[in-house]
Nanobody
Framework: QVHLVESGGGLVQAGGSLRLSCAAS????????ITWFRQAPGKQRDVVAG????????WYADSVKGRFAISRDKAKDTVYLQMNSLKPEDTAVYYC????????????????WGQGTQVTVSS
């Protein structure tokens, strides 16, 4: 079992920055991938970025490459999503999710989810 709690969302102007946190607890994470997804109203849940806990290897959706950075702090059992140069189209509820094994873009294969945090980017 992995328990995830997101924080750090809020309202920011276009071009601004936010840092989301995903605090993890429960089972050991040696073979876990933690991934950020987002879902805007009326749209499907899309992958944003993921990190393999053991090695720190990262993956990004094309839409956020160069603007977002995912990282993990093993000492704090926390994954961060640093979001820079935010755009109105980044507005969504952001979720972190965990699964045993490698990164996947399919939200349905993730077993554990946080409650989500709202990010709103105004133009």
């Amino acid at each position: 079992q992995v328990h995830l709690v997101e924080s750090g969302g809020g309202l920011v102007q276009a071009g601004g920055s936010l840092r989301l946190s995903c605090a993890a607890s429960g089972s050991t994470f040696s073979s876990v991938t933690i991934t950020w997804f987002r879902q805007a109203p009326g749209k499907q849940r899309d992958v944003v970025a993921g990190v393999l806990w053991s090695s720190g290897s990262t993956w990004y959706a094309d839409s956020v490459k160069g603007r977002f950075a995912i990282s993990r702090d093993k000492a704090k059992d926390t994954v961060y999503l640093q979001m820079n140069s935010l755009k109105p189209e980044d507005t969504a509820v952001y979720y972190c999710a965990a699964r045993e094994g490698y990164y996947s873009t399919y939200w349905s294969v993730y077993n554990y989810w946080g409650q989500g945090t709202q990010v709103t980017v105004s133009s």
